[in-house]
């Protein structure tokens, strides 16, 4: 399975962006999906997952600003941000687990990731 995100660039505090992810290869073993960030010198953050079903979880950092979606069709998952703060700068990952741990050497694939920048 590949992943690529998309999405990322500079916006200014309290702005939106919309990040896309796109899964290729073996997508029939895809099941749940989520997305990480990175800030620099910090540790991978998880920041939301959605399951096959569309059941959906938020880190507490972002909850009620940020909506992870997908279209299965298509093999896409989105995260849709809003009211983004300057501390939500980092580059964010897509990721899809081994198994049930969301925890980052879970991970049975990532993509390579995309800069968001939020300016205050």
């Known amino acids: 399975v590949q992943l690529q995100a998309s999405g990322g660039g500079l916006v200014q505090a309290g702005g939106s962006l919309r990040l896309s992810c796109v899964a290729s290869g073996s997508t029939l073993s895809v099941n749940t999906m989520g997305w990480y960030r990175q800030a620099p010198g910090k540790q991978r953050e998880l920041v939301a997952t959605?399951?096959?079903?569309?059941?959906?979880n938020y880190a507490d950092s972002v909850k009620g600003r940020f909506t992870i979606s997908r279209d299965s069709a298509k093999n896409l998952v989105y995260l849709q941000m809003d009211s983004l703060k300057p501390e939500d700068t980092a580059v964010y990952y897509c990721a899809v687990p081994g198994g049930s741990s969301w925890t980052p050497d879970a991970m049975d694939y990532w993509g390579k990731g995309t800069q968001v920048t939020v300016s205050s």
């Open positions: 959605i399951t096959s079903g569309g059941i959906t």
